[in-house]
């Protein structure tokens, strides 16, 4: 039985390299203050004073000079708006979402249709940009055509933002799998997007998805279908964030809002791998609680082989401490703990929380 537990660890472990890709986005050093292209930076945001500064002074630092900086303070009820202001950028009062629409997208597509750049890059108010950033994402779209998305790199300071690192190497996962290269239903990470206004608006932008909870995957979505390649790359060393300053609260729901419904855009070769590393991970963590029994041996090479893995991987995906990937059992029980919240909201309420508002399941695409 001990080698059967062993197998099982061992197989999971390896889809997780079977899995991860350092997709990393190039970094372009060369000079850019001077290019022609007009670049409108779009950020929808709500209550965002802690991490708004962070972003807009990233902004400000640009080798690639944006040709506008537009914020659309989302109903927000702290200095958002001011904050804003005090930079000197072009500020939207947003209003709330008319019915069919959700929140973020309504912030969104106000902030486009004020825009008139020729490119268009949707950030989320809690990125960071290295100084090369905008050049090398740029750079990058013009080498591959359509549209691109970075997952940024995770900056966590308190415990309860560690404990997010088994659900960030998962989202990982999803995007820098080999097997979404060619899906069809290809979806975007929507806290960094680029693209080319013509081919926005060829899909008509957030307004074809204007009813859904996850707009970023279904946005990569009307893009591949529309013949518009996707792009996913990880960000480690030009695009960061940190999520979730604001308490583990605002922390559940801004990963279970997302966590059930995500799996909806995935090819089976990829959900079946990433449940199999899952498993994995989970049978080794309870080598914590089986201390003494005669299964603990295989289960502790197992928890130190995921230990070593988690430890490779997490060099690209954040900044976790060293406690959090030796104890990888609290993060696993952390993910487990959304995953079933998810459940909850999706199946249960068919609405999810976030941000006071709550979002209905189930919305519907135009076409």
Known sequence: MGFVILFVIVFG?????????????????GPSSDSPLKLSVIIPARNEEINLPHLLESLLQQTLHPFEIIVVDDCSEDRTRQIAENYGVTVIAGTSPPPGW??????????YTRSAGDHLVFLDADI?????????????????????????????????EKLAMITNILGVFAFTSPFERTNASKGLYGACIVASRDDYERVNGHSSIKSEVLDDLFLGSQFM???IPVTNYIG??????????????????????????????????????????????????SALFLLGNAWAWPLWI???????????FIRYVGKFGVLIPV?????????????????????????????????????KRDR
Do not use: D
């Open 236 to 285: 480690y060393g030009l695009v960061s964030f940190r999520m979730y300053p604001h308490g583990i609260r605002s922390e559940l729901e801004g990963f279970s809002k997302g966590a059930v419904l995500s799996t909806s855009t995935l090819r089976p070769w990829t959900i079946v791998p990433t449940a199999l590393w899952t498993l994995g991970l989970l049978v080794s963590s």
């Open 128 to 160: 960071r940009l290295a100084p090369t950033a905008l050049a090398s994402l740029m750079k990058a779209m013009e080498r591959k055509s359509g549209v691109i998305s970075v997952v940024p790199y995770h900056h966590t300071v308190r415990l309860y």
């Open 302 to 312: 197992g928890y130190a082989l995921y230990m070593l893995q988690i430890a490779y």
């Open 102 to 111: 959700t929140g973020k997208n309504w912030a969104v597509w106000n902030g």
């Open 225 to 227: 279908e529309a013949g």
């Open 13 to 29: 472990c390896a889809c997780g390299f079977i899995l991860f890709r350092r997709n990393r986005l190039p970094s372009y050093q």
């Open 327 to 363: 104890l990888h059992a609290l993060s696993s029980l952390f993910f487990v703990v959304i995953m079933l919240y998810s459940l909850y909201q999706v199946v249960v309420l068919r609405r999810v929380a976030w941000k006071g508002r709550h979002i209905q399941v189930g919305g």
